[in-house]
């Protein structure tokens, strides 16, 4: 069985530009959360999408947006990109039969803004 | 706000030298909290979940337990590809599929 498939791994952007990531979750998921991950503050939590719905979003500006296909595919897009943004971004897909279920991590896309 | 926090941020350990990892919590009606390890520029790889104080969890030379206020990460005779970053999350009150994780215990296992 696949696992999630993050693409590109790495991205090298300039400061102003935009950035799309796309994330393929585990077939048969349908729920997909974005985090960030930096040396300083860990993980943080972007959002997750559901059924093609957002039904959580993090404490970031609204630079940051995403959205999820019919086929459970997300995308999240940066705009603007500051040199704070250079991070891990992980995406993660879990079942979610209504109860806690466990999520599966992609192996992230390292952004760089120089 | 809930709160994860892990000890020590980094252990060093001699092959075989066995020790544990601690996670401590700070959500009321706690769903689940979650284990992950994570090699350096990969994404997290799930390790355990563990739902009810007093569950326990094995796998290889860990062993995962959870009591009502923090959950503790046992490594017995480690080896040096036990080095990784180890991560527990919990998720927040409410239905939301969002994780709130701790910064890790990056643990280094010397030949």
């Known amino acids: 069985k696949a696992g999630v498939t993050q693409t590109p791994r790495y991205l090298i952007k300039t400061r102003g530009q935009q950035v799309t990531l796309s994330c393929s979750p585990i077939?048969?998921?349908?729920?997909v959360s974005w985090y960030q991950q930096t040396p300083g503050q860990g993980l943080q939590f972007l959002f997750e999408?559901?059924?093609?719905?957002?039904?959580n979003k993090g404490n970031f500006p609204g630079r940051f947006s995403g959205r999820q296909f019919s086929n459970s595919r997300s995308e999240m897009n940066v705009s603007t990109l500051e040199l704070g943004d250079s991070a891990l971004y992980l995406c993660?897909?879990?079942?979610?039969?209504?109860?806690?279920?466990?999520?599966?991590f992609g192996q992230g896309t390292r952004l760089t803004v120089v | 706000e809930d709160q994860v926090t892990q000890s020590p941020e980094a252990l060093r350990l001699q092959e075989g030298e066995s020790s544990s990892l601690n996670c401590s919590y700070t959500v009321s009606g706690l769903r689940g909290l979650f284990w992950y390890r994570q090699d350096p520029g990969k994404g997290p790889e799930f390790l355990f979940t563990l739902y009810s104080a007093g569950e326990e969890k094995e796998k290889e030379r860990l062993k995962a337990t959870l009591t009502k206020k923090e959950s503790f990460l046992h490594i017995t005779a480690p080896k040096p590809e036990d080095s990784a970053t180890y991560l527990c999350?919990?998720?927040?009150?409410?239905?939301?599929?969002?994780?709130?994780f701790g910064k890790g215990t990056k643990l280094t296992v010397n030949p």
């Open positions: 993660a897909s879990s079942w979610r039969l209504g109860g806690v279920t466990e999520a599966f």
């Open positions: 999350a919990v998720p927040p009150q409410g239905g939301s599929e969002k994780l709130v």
């Open positions: 077939s048969g998921h349908r729920s």
């Open positions: 999408y559901f059924s093609e719905t957002q039904r």
